[in-house]
């Protein structure tokens, strides 16, 4: 679990599964932002339901996790259209429950991995599915053991859920794996590590890549070849890990929180790039082509170039490094 150091969400060593209200929330940020992207979208950012004629219009939709809202904890998914490089806040989801790693599918689907939220006792976190245009879920599920953190769909729907951890504890993470329309997995993946962070798919082959936390917090890199049996490590470490993705031509992006996306061969596990991303390095989605990675990094949401790694531009809805944005997640799907 991600914790507070220096900075909201920059630590992991010293996580705890029995989160609190007050945790990383804060002020709201002053009303403008410093976008490079400017937004269009006064007066809605607390309006509540967010279907409208824009969101049913839209080419491109990009959902941000918004879960430290101020004065006290109430989390949404903000739902903002894209066209080039503007966009406009079109609506919210009410999500009170710590949204983290999300994800979409081709049908509009919205996949959000909670971690949960308890003032007294443990928190169990729970997965949701939102179809496109509702702010009600049409799938809730509360898993047995474990408190998810991400989640990846494949192309059938099976859902691949990272956990943390189990309830109340630090270790060991693991994977779940979820049929189509199904409320409990068919497997669990267990792993001897300390948390999984992240999770992506290759769509090809359906092998699953984690980032994970290992001993003394440095990030790592394993998969699950065809999503079954035994993790492979790639023997690969960095900083703070944190979101995963793979970019459909058999490379990995693992996200360090300290702000730098380092791009992982597939096959031979080596670094073949790194890409910097102001201010750190939390959750990432690729937009359609895969020519943009979005990236949210405790402050806002930065738009990058891929592959060169070029700062595009900025979406600030009103964020802050109190008031942080955490997963996103892009509709149409790579």
Known sequence: MKVESTRCGEALAAATLILFASGCGGAAAPAGSASV??????????????????AKSAKALLYVGDPTGSPSYSGVIDILSLHGLQYKLVGQIQDDAMPEGMTTDAAGNLYVADLGVSTEGQAHGDIKVYPKGSTKYSRYIVPTHWVPNDIAVGSDGTMY???IA?????????????????????RV?????????GITLHAQTNTIYI??????SSGNIAEFKHARGKAIDFGVSYAEPWGILEDGSDNLLALDGSG???????????????IPVPNGAAW?????KRSELFVSNFEQVEVLSYPAGKVLGSINEGWSTKNYPTGVAYWPPP
């Open 161 to 163: 859920v990272a956990n």
């Open 189 to 197: 993946l267990r792993l001897h590590n300390f948390q999984v962070d």
């Open 260 to 274: 730098t996306v380092e791009v992982y061969s597939e096959a031979t596990g080596k670094l073949v790039q790194q």
């Open 37 to 54: 992207m400017p937004p269009s979208s006064a007066g809605l950012h607390h309006s509540g339901g967010w279907m409208s004629p824009e």
């Open 284 to 288: 990432e989605t690729f937009n359609q």
């Open 211 to 216: 980032s994970y936390q290992g001993n003394g």
């Open 166 to 186: 189990p309830f109340a504890k630090f270790s060991p993470g693991s994977v779940s794996i979820y049929p189509p329309a199904a409320s409990e997995p068919s």
